[in-house]
């Protein structure tokens, strides 16, 4: 990746992820949560297709392809799947999101063993400072109470599924063309979801400008731009550095949310949303 666009690379990759939260729960008032995915991991394959012949770019092979079949599985299935459950079993996106931004402290404990990587008392400050913040949004808004317990327990499990790939990632991925890359990805994401998919929910989906709307940014802005960016951002930093980003989606996702689903944002929140800056500055220092 260019070096102008790795250094732009963390606030937009924030961008396309947060407003990623209230998309994908608009998303799932359209339609269930394997059948929206089935639907946008194969249009995302059908844009891709048409690259390859016009790029000509080189395919991974071997245990090249393995690596990222395997990473796609983890990113693309288990935590996109995961999370889309809970949302549609009824957990709020607070109680998503908490659990989800706990991602940084499980990589932070084990990315020394795993990778390599040591992490400085500062950086546990920022962490911490992150998390706190983090939880200060989302407890102003909504707090975790009443929620489902399996819904829960896919939202966990959404958690272990991003904090694996993360680390698996970082300690086997490779530089790969992002055409091809993408392409195996979401293959896989589309293998698995769409049985899923015609057997759990029988593809039912309300066909409105709001599914077809969700669906198109679901595609261009998070498959397409924001987990290659996420990757790329993986490969060239440390990953407890770019794991803290995470503390920042939580807030930022509650401040889309406020005029796309009508959240407000109460005065504590926003304390909240620096602290969990200020969390990340440290922790990316």
Not at 75 to 89: D, E, H, N, P, W
Not at 171 to 179: C, I, L, N
Not at 218 to 242: D, F, K, P, Q, Y
């Amino acid at each position: 990746m260019p070096r102008p666009l790795l250094l732009a690379a963390p606030a937009l990759f924030l961008l396309l992820w947060s407003v990623g939260f209230p998309i994908a729960k608009i998303g799932v008032q359209h339609a269930g949560p394997f059948t929206l995915l089935a639907l946008r991991y194969g249009i995302a394959v059908l844009v891709l297709l048409p690259l390859l012949p016009i790029l000509k770019p080189q395919f991974p092979k071997g245990r090249a392809a393995w690596h990222i079949a395997v990473t796609g599985f983890l990113i693309q299935v288990a935590y996109f799947g995961l999370c889309y459950i809970a949302f549609k079993s009824g957990v709020s996106a607070g109680g998503v999101a908490i659990i989800v931004c706990l991602q940084p402290i499980l990589v932070s404990l084990i990315a020394p063993r795993m990778v390599g990587e040591s992490v400085s008392p500062a950086r546990w400050l920022g962490l911490a400072l992150g998390l706190t913040g983090a939880l200060t949004v989302i407890l102003a808004r909504s707090g975790i109470s009443h929620e489902p317990p399996l819904g829960l327990l896919a939202a966990i499990g959404g958690l272990v599924g991003i904090t694996a790939a993360t680390l698996y990632e970082k300690r086997f991925g490779t530089d790969s063309h992002p055409v091809p890359a993408n392409l195996i990805q979401y293959a896989v994401g589309a293998a698995f979801t769409l049985p899923l998919a015609f057997l759990a929910e029988g593809m039912q989906a309300d066909w409105t400008p709001a599914l077809f709307g969700t669906l198109a940014y679901l595609v261009l802005g998070n498959s397409l731009v924001a987990i290659t960016l996420l990757l790329a951002m993986i490969r060239a930093g440390e990953v407890a550095r770019v794991s803290a980003l995470f503390y920042l989606v939580p807030p930022l996702a509650a401040l889309f949310a406020w005029p796309m689903l009508g959240e407000a944002m109460p005065p504590l929140a926003w304390a909240g949303m620096a602290l969990a800056g200020i969390g990340v500055a440290l922790a990316r220092r």
